[in-house]
C-alpha cells in the first residue's frame, strides 16, 4: 500500500512539473515575440545594435573608478562627448584643460565603437591640416600615414565657403555613422575629448 501512495504521489508531482514547464515554455515563447516585434518598433536600436553593449561596458568600468564622471571608457581610453557646441580650437583647448585631447581615431575598433555610439550630430575630433593644405595631422602627434582612415565619400574636399574660409579641421559627420568630413574650423560643433588610461 505505502508502494501505492509513494507511486501516486511522484506521478502528481511529474504531472506538476510538466504543467510548470510547459509555463515557462509558455513565456519564454512570448517574450521572443516580444522582442521581435520590439526589434521593429525601434529603428534606433537596429541601427545601433553595439550601443547597449558598450554602454554596459562603460557602466562596468566606471564603477572601478577608471574614468572621471561622465566620461565612458572604451578599450584602454576615457572619452568625453560634449554636448555643448565649441569651435574646434576651443574645443581642442577645452580638452587640455581636462589633461585631455581631442579625439584621436588610432584603429577601425575606435571608429567602429564611435559609429555605434554618436548621437545624430556633428562632432570635432583631433585632426586639422591648418598648417599645410592636405597635409592631416593627429592633435597628439600620431602619424596620420601609417594610421586607418575613414573619410566619408568625397573627403576631405576643402569646400570653400567664400572669403576665403576653406575647411582645414577634421569632423565625425552626422550624416554617415560617424565618418570623416573636413569641416570650417570656426564652425561650433560638439566634440570629443579622449584620455588614455
Ligand atoms: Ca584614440
Ligand atoms: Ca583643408
Ligand atoms: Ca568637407
Known sequence: LLFAVFTMFLLVLISLVNTKSSQVNRDVQELKEMIKSLNGT????????????????????????????????????????????????????????????????????????????????????GLSD????????????????????????????NWNWGADHTEDCGSFHRYSYGRWNDDRCTTPYRFICEKET
Open 42 to 125: 525601434y529603428t534606433f536600436e537596429t541601427a545601433y545594435p553595439a550601443k547597449q553593449k558598450y554602454m554596459l561596458i562603460s557602466l562596468l568600468y566606471s564603477f572601478s573608478g577608471r574614468c572621471p564622471p561622465d566620461w565612458d571608457f572604451f578599450s584602454g581610453s576615457c572619452y568625453f562627448m560634449s554636448t555643448a557646441s565649441r569651435p574646434w580650437h576651443r574645443a581642442k583647448d577645452y580638452c587640455e584643460s581636462k589633461e585631455a585631447h581631442l579625439l584621436v581615431v588610432n584603429n577601425a575598433n575606435e571608429q567602429q565603437y564611435f559609429s555605434s555610439i554618436l548621437e545624430p550630430y556633428h562632432y570635432w575630433i
Open 130 to 157: 591648418t598648417e599645410e593644405e592636405m597635409e592631416w595631422k593627429w592633435v597628439d602627434g600620431t602619424d596620420y600615414r601609417t594610421t586607418p582612415h575613414f573619410w566619408d565619400d568625397g573627403q576631405p574636399d
